[in-house]
């Protein structure tokens, strides 16, 4: 996505955490996440996203220490409930048990 499209500036900054998000979880070593970082940084200033954006959204996800999720966050969230009409989805059927 260009950074001179007319997306809020939160999009931007959605892209770039995902990304370092999903780098995290794929680099175990952390000269490969720095790595990674690093192009992903690059990308975003080529795609011309906002150049303090980029830095300040790099800057947080170099921090990242658990490569399987985002630091915690001090504000606690109320869990999220699916409620369903349909049941039936959570079975299997005998064709799937198989």
Request: hydrophobic share 35%; no cysteine; net charge positive.
């Amino acid at each position: 996505m260009n950074g001179n499209s007319h997306h809020s500036q939160a999009t931007f900054k959605s892209i770039l955490f995902g990304e370092a998000i999903r780098l995290r979880r794929f680099n175990q070593r952390k000269e490969d996440y720095f790595s990674g970082l690093n192009r992903l940084k690059e990308k975003a200033i080529r795609s011309n996203f906002h150049l303090n954006m980029t830095n300040d959204m790099i800057a947080l996800a170099s921090n990242w220490e658990d490569r399987l999720r985002t630091p915690k966050r001090d504000k606690k969230e109320d869990p999220q409930v699916w409620a369903t009409s349909f049941p039936h989805l959570f079975t299997l059927t005998q064709k799937e048990k198989g």
